[in-house]
């Protein structure tokens, strides 16, 4: 398989994160996939946003889930962007997608639009949360899952193979050696995350991983003459 660059909540680094304007850019930049984040709003819409509450990317305050979509639309997410529903994004972008979901009740509402739209060859799901992937992959069949790791020890396969992930992505200031073997014999793909300089871009590449997630789109023109 070809070496991924993934565009972590599109390019953050130079745009407000899960935006459409952000995944766009990530997108004309040539990365091979996008990532976002899913929470559902207070009236059960998948919408597009790193954290549980709107304070810190938005110019409002408050739980997501306590906030209608209405709500959320008119808010402020950077450079005058809305916050994006998952649907939206679906039909703005050609680009693969990786989707993030924190949790089981997110993963339903997921497994509903992957269904409906027809999204297993197009979109892989990951999660920090084990139960959520195996939610997921007990209601898509044959949808591609990813266990997310930032805390982690070699259980971390184990956690994998248990919840049915065919890829691990993988805080790579905390990834050994010992951890990559690990999940080689497991036959899990390994992505190394966040990958912002030319120093994690050549660990990645010395552990022979199989792509990386970054916040810059000057990642993707580098990593094929980084050895």
């Known amino acids: 398989m070809n070496f991924l660059t993934i565009g972590h909540r599109g390019v953050m680094g130079v745009e407000p994160e899960n935006t459409l304007r952000s995944f766009v850019a990530a997108q004309q930049a040539g990365l091979d996939v996008i990532e976002l ?6 009236d059960g819409a998948l919408v597009v946003m790193h954290d549980t509450d709107v304070d810190r990317t938005t110019d409002g305050t408050g739980p997501i889930a306590e906030k209608t979509l209405a709500e ?3 808010l402020d997410a950077g450079r005058g962007e809305h916050v994006p ?3 939206e994004v679906l039909d703005a972008l050609r680009t693969p997608l990786q989707a993030e979901i924190k949790d089981v009740q997110a ?16 979109v892989e799901v990951s999660s920090f949360h084990d139960e959520a ?11 591609r899952t990813a266990l997310i ?3 982690f020890g070699t259980d971390i396969v184990d956690r994998a193979v248990e919840a049915g992930a065919a890829t691990v992505c993988l805080n790579i200031r905390r990834l050994t050696l010992e951890i990559v073997e690990r999940a080689r014999k497991a036959d899990l ?3 190394g995350w966040v990958v912002n300089t030319q120093d994690h871009l050549r660990l990645v590449r010395a552990l022979q991983l199989d792509g990386a997630t970054t916040d810059y789109p000057e990642i993707k023109r580098t990593a094929r003459f980084t050895a």
């Open 37 to 42: 984040d899913l929470h559902l709003s207070k």
């Open 72 to 74: 959320l639309r008119a």
């Open 85 to 87: 529903v998952f649907e």
């Open 107 to 122: 993963a339903r509402a997921l497994a509903e639009v992957i269904l409906k739209r027809d999204l297993v060859a197009r």
């Open 133 to 143: 992937v195996a939610e997921i992959a007990r209601l898509v069949p044959g949808v």
């Open 149 to 151: 790791g930032s805390r």
């Open 189 to 191: 793909r390994i992505i």
